[in-house]
């Protein structure tokens, strides 16, 4: 069976949505349809191991070696400069020439799929696996730790009713018993506000009102400086719950400052800086053309170690030497954003790190 003419073959290839080339023995791309060119900026008389690879040699593993394959072939590669995991699926000589009209030489068509969407379901998925057979573990630690955390507390305040019959000594082994059992209820605080599931509505909020009253009721507000940048054209305006938003700055503030009361070199004090503005939906990189609220939260608290960043989000984790606190503040600033219809991202900054928020705008 004869391939179809080039010129009738061109117009099908063309109209199929995902991006197709075909290479030749050589590496050069052959032809390209629309799509490749388009979005991925592919050409005829590209080599295929530059243009899509970013190899400077042929790879090592590529199927156009094989002359006798035979049958398709699959394979995921991801872009870097697009952040994009594609599946590449090979099509042998043996088919391509029923399609098109090719040499005698050996050919394969490639056809590339964008899979990333479909492997962050297939990781979220397995990560609520995880965090539902953890948080039942957790739940029952943290209900056995409240009896014996109370009775404590209740003994700690018949010490201190009697303080003036106590030696210096046991009242200031009180007072650090007492910050202690303080640390110990957070952490189960945190621990059950992690495996609760509670529903709830969301309405028009002002989000700059809320980032101000969140920052008025910290007791370090004295003592640091809070800047808020937000030009009168941005809209204040957002669809959430007012006390959960203020619990993801609260988490947000608490975490600049932590950081940046453990370091001692600084130069300057501390500032964090809240910049509002709005990505519209004509932006190029936007990728479900809807206009958003971006929120940037940027402190000059240090930073983060960039082999930590990725893991921040993760519940449990904390890069404090000293350990306090349990770990979850930034894992429930991101759930309550997902609840948002929202999404957080980190990033270091010269000196600092910016947490860069987005809510969508109805």
């Known amino acids: 069976m004869e391939g179809l003419p080039i010129q009738l073959s061109t117009i099908i290839l063309n109209e199929i949505e995902e991006p197709l080339y075909v290479v030749n023995p050589e590496y050069k791309i052959v032809f390209a349809n629309s799509k490749s060119k388009n979005e991925l900026g592919i050409q005829e008389g590209n080599l295929c191991y530059q243009k899509i690879f970013s190899r400077p040699l ?86 056995e730790l409240i009896n014996p955390l109370t009775g404590m507390g209740l003994t700690l305040q018949n010490l201190k009713q009697r303080q003036a019959e106590l030696p210096p000594p046991i009242l200031e082994k009180c007072k650090l018993l007492e910050q202690d059992l303080r640390r110990a209820s957070d952490i189960v605080a945190d621990i059950r506000l992690y495996t609760q599931k509670i529903s709830y509505e969301l309405s028009p909020v002002n989000i700059k009102d809320i980032i101000w009253q969140t920052w008025n009721k910290m007791h370090f507000a004295d003592e640091y400086k809070l800047k808020v940048e937000w030009p009168d054209e941005v809209t204040q305006t957002i669809h959430g719950n007012p006390a959960k938003l203020m619990q993801v700055f609260q988490n947000l503030f608490i975490n600049s400052v932590k950081a940046y009361e453990e370091k001692t070199n600084h130069t300057e004090p501390l500032t964090i800086t809240v910049h509002a503005e709005i990505i519209s939906a004509t932006d190029p990189y936007l990728k479900d053309k809807k206009p958003y609220l971006q929120i940037q939260l940027c402190d000059n608290a240090g930073g983060i170690a960039p082999h930590l960043l990725p893991h921040i989000f993760e519940p449990f984790f904390s890069k404090r030497k000293s350990n306090s606190g349990s770990g979850l503040g930034l894992f429930i600033v991101n759930r309550i954003m997902k609840e948002h219809r929202a999404s957080i991202e980190a990033k270091n900054k010269e000196n600092g790190i910016c947490f860069s928020m987005k809510f969508p705008l109805q």
């Not at 090719?102 to 965090?131: A, P, T």
Request: proline share 3%.
């Open 58 to 143: 042929p790879c090592p593993f590529c199927v156009i070696k094989q002359k006798n394959l035979a049958k398709l072939h699959k394979a995921k590669f991801r872009r870097v400069s697009r952040g994009t995991t594609f599946q590449q699926t090979t099509f042998p000589y043996k088919i391509i020439h029923k399609i098109i009209q090719v040499d005698n030489e050996f050919m394969v068509l490639d056809i590339l799929q964008d899979i990333s969407e479909e492997l962050e379901l297939e990781k979220e998925r397995y990560r609520q696996e995880k965090l539902i057979a953890l948080g039942t573990i957790i739940q029952s630690v943290a209900h």
